[in-house]
């Protein structure tokens, strides 16, 4: 099944403690990007990726990371999280960006 | 740079009502135009797109035209359901003005409650 996967779904942590939040996908999709999505804000996104060892900053990429090593595999790194970073977070994928988007269930994220 | 309003939500409607969510779009090339939505709980999951203009797109009965003209792509469904009730995003590609690269631009959302 034609599929984005993300680890955790729901996440809870303090200040100041990395933590990664993994995405896969297993179509074989040249682009992927992280989106965070907050009430009255709507969708912005962070960081997308045209394809292995190509990433580019998003409308909001302030305090993440990202990596893309494997062509299935995005990771978005928080490596010192602060509460305005609390939010649901998606990851998607695309064979091109001009191209439907496929998106994974979702990550919520709890900054104390 | 590119950007997509789409109407405040929220919206209610009664069952079997007609429903029109207006968007409309700034682009300075030929974008690319998309409806997603988000059923509660759950991910984004594309409706309907149209990639030129008077492309008309549907699926599940929603319906959306690519109108160059007044720069829009209104949702539309002639009956709605109470499973239809979800949060509804309007979305465009384009090439970035002066770059390479490609944008994809989404609109705030807005929410459908649909009652019996």
């Known amino acids: 099944e034609a599929q984005v996967t993300q680890n955790p779904r729901y996440l809870i942590t303090v200040t100041g403690k990395k933590l990664t939040v993994t995405c896969s996908q297993n179509m074989n999709h040249e682009y992927m990007s992280w989106y965070r999505q907050d009430p009255g804000l709507g969708l912005r996104q962070i960081y997308y990726s045209m394809n292995v060892e190509v990433t580019d900053k998003g409308d909001v990429p302030e305090g993440y990371k990202v990596s893309r090593k494997e062509k299935r595999n995005f990771p978005l790194i928080l490596e010192s999280p602060s509460p305005n970073q609390t939010s649901l977070y998606f990851c998607?994928?695309?064979?091109?960006?001009?191209?439907?988007?496929?998106f994974g269930p979702g990550t919520r994220l709890t900054v104390t | 740079g590119n950007s997509v309003t789409q109407m405040e939500g929220p919206v209610t409607l009664s069952e079997e009502a007609f429903l029109t969510i207006n968007c409309t779009y700034t682009a300075t090339g030929y974008p690319s135009l998309f409806w997603y939505v988000q059923y509660p709980g759950e991910g984004l999951q594309l409706l309907l797109k149209?990639?030129?203009?008077?492309d008309k797109g549907s699926n599940k009965g929603f319906e959306a035209t690519y109108r160059k003209e007044t720069t829009s792509f209104h949702l539309e469904k002639g009956s709605v359901q109470v499973s239809d009730s979800a949060v509804y995003f309007c979305?465009?590609?384009?090439?970035?003005?002066?770059?390479?690269?490609?944008?994809?631009?989404f609109g705030k959302g807005t929410k459908l409650s649909v009652i019996p």
């Open positions: 998607a994928s695309s064979l091109r960006l001009t191209h439907e988007q496929y």
């Open positions: 149209a990639t030129k203009a008077d």
């Open positions: 979305a465009l590609s384009d090439r970035e003005s002066g770059a390479g690269s490609y944008q994809l631009t």
